[in-house]
């Protein structure tokens, strides 16, 4: 038998794993918020910290979603003309894979312990590990979005050589379903996100900086309401200190932890008892 404040990593003890898995098993709605973090184990770069695009690169132009709007047609062009020349994000997002922390919070939500997925990433990584209730606030890099009916489609399907591509039930024009700098969040995402932040009594904070808003706003929003937040990640953020439990490890490694922890005291009690 381990001693409880043995360390189950160096960042972090069992007796801190013990309470982050009793606080997700005693709730009712578990919704977690996800970052880049949890894709770097993948091999996709974070935008922030250390190996961030945005650390070794400075931040993009904020005018990316006006220039689009501007000229669909000359941002397509030059898009498809660029399409070969792969940057650093996009070689990231072309071999990603999901990880064990991907497979992990799929596990989380097939145990009946994990309600939703709130997550700024455009990779599809956690379908692909086989998660069903995700938000994608930041849109999702293999779909296209009209920007007169919001409706949206797979890319494959839809990138013709008409361009810009055009919704096939409105006529309007389609972009990138990923959110653009200076482009508003897609009302259908922050809705569910806000629905999210108002439903949750325990917030899973997973690979996020928590310095990008609206996402960032989520978890104050269900702290203020008495929700719980645990906090994933190698590196403190600003939210650390509203957190009721702080697991200091790369989600990898934590995530399958903290299931196996969860899966043993769900067990002990007899299953996701208050879960709705
Ligand atoms: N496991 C968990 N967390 C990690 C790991 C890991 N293996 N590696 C790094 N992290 C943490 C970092 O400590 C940092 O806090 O992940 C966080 C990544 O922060 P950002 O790069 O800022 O990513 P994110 O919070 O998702 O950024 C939000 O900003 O640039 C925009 O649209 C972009 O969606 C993105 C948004």
Redesign the pocket.
Known sequence: MTAANESASPGYSLEELERAARTVVAAKHVTALV????S??SGVP????PG?L?TKYGEPAMDGYQKFMADPRAWWAERLARQSEESELMKGLEQARPNA?HHAMAELEKMGQLQHIIT??IDNLHQEAGSVAITEI?GNRLKLRCMSCNARYPLAELLTDEIPPRCPQCGGILKSDTVMFGEPIPQDALESCRAQALLTDCMLL???????YP?ADFPVVAHRRGALLVE????E?PLSDLCHAVLRG???DVMPKLVERVRKLAAASGGPPGKE
């Open positions: 970052g880049a973090g949890i770097v184990e974070p935008f922030r910290g961030g945005w922390a700024q990433n930041h997973v690979g996020t900086s928590a310095v990008v996402a994933i990640n190698p590196m953020t790369p989600a990898g």
